[in-house]
């Protein structure tokens, strides 16, 4: 196959998007017009989009989308500082790494959302708990990032600067930082994007404030076209934030 | 091997030396900290210490509701994981043979992978109802994305070597699929069922935490409003306990098959 | 003795990509080549001079832009699996099957029934000395022994032709100089007739009964070198004085094929030939 036909191929894979997406939107509209599914399963679309309009414009979503931030802003920071220390700290030597690595990754494959109830009984409902539930998930990605990218710097770099006489600070800031540098942020972005996700979530299972609340409790006045439009701003937020956080790491990564 | 032990201090470090009793050790440390802080150093509204979550896990099964709560959750995360493994393979194996289909279909599926999914947990439960139904498929719309996507990868990933030498030899295109495609996939398949069980761990708890008024959720939001630090501690642990014996089935399924994937 | 051509290649030109594209490499250029039944040829040229690509073609695995080949006088249109057997320089064993599972598969795909599977699968082993290690996995053998194994699926195949493309190249001089010796003893003992692309001009020399020499890029056949020596050829023949002129023939034949190549300004990448076969 040649470069023609592979750009022809392209734009054909395009247009099925294209055609897709046209044909989901087309039916939610008929489905809510023609065929009377009922306004409370499936709001009509035209609707949907002039709440979701409304709220943008009156600025309906600041209160909500305050809480949400600033939960995920704490929940992350703490992530960060906890498993940044945490995991350099471990990965200063191999026998410790060997002790605690896999003491993350096992504690990290249950599903931590599970201790939320534990959270919301000890931190009450506000968001002290979200930001506990946060911090706690995210820190092992963090945490174990750090571990892989400080502790698996090449000995030859290392032995190479020590033969150049660099000393601890120097091998620490010129030598372990840069190489590390790429995974922890990779381990970052996703802790980050863990983060949102939990604090999403546990603001939709237990919580009196947040966007993730402001969903629950539209559902349960089953007012379905305000709640279709929050889901689509919720969704349109996390899509930026993550987008945001990509463009910094790769930025920074540029940097080094 | 000496029958009499001699406790030197030269021994006793070359034991600690080992990297599992070492583990061991910050568990046990962790554990004895968690009971001396619920016993002497917290109110006991808030947290239970491990030797008396331990000593009431009967009193916990005994309470009306909750072996029959972990039972349905159990079966949920069963089902849901089945779900997710044949829907995924319905999907990804055309997309994975099929180049165009996968061209095309693929960014949306990333797409839609990408999208923070507990915004609609409502959703689901509005149209699926508090019952099992809702935790199922939630779980499933979490669990058969990693599925496609590493049939998908699998496939891809075929070096092109190996088909070529298949067809100089005169394979077929069946018993290229057969022989080459289907083995070549079975590592992938098996990482991609690891993910869909944490997938489906996540998709069912969340429901089930969600859902306030029956399952696992009646029972946490029950403990958490009567102050029960020490049932609601056993139920978290019994479901936890759950999740990483599920993890590790898979995984260790995982490990089997894939013995031959050296890269 | 009048020894029937076993392959004949005519006037073989190729192109990739359309021929409006300017990105488009010529290949090959007017290559003709006779190789008789029984005997060892070799492809030797510079780097993208089109040699692998010349391989891909005799065994039906590419069309050529222009020209054909014929084996045993058919045009050669789609591979020949009862004719044709390829040994390639990448490790094309299947990773998730055993060495003798291995073997077994090619029979199965050029469709050797049941029965006579079994034998000609220990034949095949014993020739390469890899009888022990028959229940192996490729990941659990060195590089010479995985070479050695490809080498038995082909030869189980029992085909009356062998096309290597580099098959010892990613190997170390020495398992290479072992190789190449058990070949030559493997030729004294079969009638195959042998086609090999190689980059060494001392495995040249060592196997060839004839050595064919590129030009550099689009590639034809510059000379037809004739080395008289019967197989198997002893390790002696490495030292001696007719070893020592032809190579430095070669030498000198393709020293300024290769200068001319390493001078191209706007050198465009080798397409892989075999990726883009594979990647329907």
Redesign the interface.
């Known amino acids: ?4 036909t592979e750009r022809r ?2 734009l ?2 395009r247009g ?2 294209a055609a ?1 997406l046209i044909v989901l939107i087309a039916l939610w509209y008929v489905a809510t017009t023609r065929w009377r599914v009922s306004p409370l ?1 499936l709001p009509n679309p035209v609707p949907v989009l002039s709440d979701f309009w409304e709220v943008l414009t009156t600025g309906e979503f600041i209160d909500d989308l305050r809480v949400t931030l600033s939960e995920l802003a704490a929940a992350f920071v703490i992530a960060a500082c906890g498993g940044l220390i945490v995991g350099y700290l471990v990965s200063r030597s191999h ?1 410790r790494i ?3 690595e ?2 993350f990754a ?1 504690v990290y ?3 931590i ?6 959270y ?3 931190f009450g409902l506000g968001p002290a708990s979200k930001i506990a539930l946060g911090a706690s998930i995210s820190f092992f990605p963090i945490a174990l990032s750090t571990i892989a990218g400080f502790g698996y710097v090449e000995r030859m770099l290392v032995i190479a600067a020590r033969s150049m006489g660099a000393s601890d600070y120097q091998l620490f800031r010129y030598v372990l930082v840069p190489a590390a540098l790429p995974i922890i942020l990779t381990g970052m972005r996703i802790g980050f994007t863990v983060a ?2 939990s604090i ?2 546990s603001e ?3 919580s009196l404030a947040g966007l ?1 609340h402001r ?2 409790h539209l ?2 006045a089953m007012e379905m076209t305000r ?1 279709f439009a929050y ?1 689509i701003f ?2 349109a937020i ?2 930026i934030l ?1 987008a945001l956080v990509s463009a910094l790491e790769a930025r920074v990564r540029r940097a080094r | 091997m000496t029958s009499r032990t001699t406790w030197t201090a030269a021994a006793l470090r070359a034991w600690l030396r080992r990297p599992w009793l070492a583990r061991i050790g910050v568990v046990v440390f962790l554990l004895g900290v968690w009971e001396i802080a619920a016993r002497w150093l917290i109110d006991p509204m808030f947290i239970s210490p491990p030797s008396r979550v331990f000593m009431s896990l009967d009193a916990l099964l005994e309470t009306r509701g909750v072996p029959a709560a972990l039972r349905v959750t159990f079966w949920e995360l069963g089902i849901a994981f089945v779900l997710s493994v044949v829907i995924g393979l319905v999907i990804g194996l055309p997309l994975g043979l099929a180049p165009f289909a996968r061209r095309s279909f693929m960014p949306i599926i990333l797409l839609l992978y990408g999208t923070p999914q507990v915004t609609i947990l409502p959703l689901f439960v509005l149209y699926f109802g508090i019952g099992p139904a809702s935790k199922i498929a939630f779980g499933v719309s979490h669990g058969f994305f990693p599925v496609i996507v590493t049939i998908v990868a699998g496939v891809q990933n075929i070096k092109p070597i190996l088909l070529t030498s298949a067809r100089s030899m005169g394979a077929s295109r069946y018993q290229i699929l057969r022989h080459i495609v289907f083995p070549h996939m079975i590592p992938s398949f098996f990482a991609g069922m690891r993910l869909a069980m944490t997938g489906v761990l996540l998709g069912v708890l969340l429901a089930e935490l969600y859902v306030s008024t029956a399952g696992i959720g009646y029972f946490t939001t029950l403990f958490t409003q009567s102050f029960d630090p020490t049932r609601l501690l056993g139920l978290v642990a019994l479901l936890a306990a759950m999740a990483i014996v599920l993890n590790e089935i898979v995984r260790r399924a995982e490990v089997h098959f894939s013995r031959w994937h050296s890269e | 003795m009048t020894r029937e051509i076993a392959i004949r290649i005519n006037s073989v030109s190729h192109r990739f990509g359309e021929t409006d594209d300017a990105r488009g490499v010529r290949a090959l250029r007017d290559a003709s080549l006779e190789i008789m039944r029984g005997e060892l040829v070799c492809l030797i040229g510079p780097s993208g001079c089109g040699k692998s690509t010349l391989l891909s073609i005799m065994g039906g695995l590419m069309t050529p832009t222009a020209g054909d080949v014929e084996v045993l006088g058919r045009r050669v249109v789609a591979p020949m699996p009862r004719e044709i057997a390829f040994v390639f320089q990448e490790n094309a064993l299947f990773p998730w099957n055993t060495v003798i599972e291995n073997v077994n598969l090619g029979m199965v795909f050029q469709g050797v029934p049941r029965a006579e599977r079994e034998t000609r699968a220990s034949r095949a082993l014993e020739a390469v000395g890899l009888t022990d290690f028959a229940q192996h996995y490729p990941a659990q053998l060195s590089g010479g022994m995985r070479q050695r194994a490809a080498l038995a699926r082909a030869l189980s195949l029992e085909t009356g032709m062998l096309l290597m493309d580099e098959p010892f190249g990613a190997l170390d001089e020495q398992t290479r100089m072992i190789l190449g010796e058990d070949l030559s003893v493997l030729l004294s003992r079969t009638d195959k007739t042998i086609v090999f692309v190689t980059h060494s001009l001392g495995e040249a020399t060592f196997l060839a009964d004839r050595v064919a020499v590129f030009s550099a890029r689009p590639g034809s056949i510059k000379e037809l070198i004739a080395i008289d020596e019967p197989h198997p050829r002893k390790p002696e023949f490495v030292t001696s004085a007719k070893f020592t002129a032809i190579r430095n023939r070669l030498y000198a034949l393709l020293h300024e094929e290769i200068r001319k190549t390493m001078a191209e300004t706007e050198a465009p990448a080798r397409p892989d030939s075999f990726k883009r076969e594979a990647h329907r």
């Open positions: 196959m040649n470069a023609s191929q392209r054909a894979s099925v998007q897709f399963l026998y060997r002790v605690f896999p003491l096992a494959s249950v599903p959302i599970l201790f939320l109830p534990l919301v009984l000890f949102l996700l999403i979530g939709t299972i237990a993730g969903i629950v559902a349960e709640m889901i919720v969704v996390a899509a993550n």
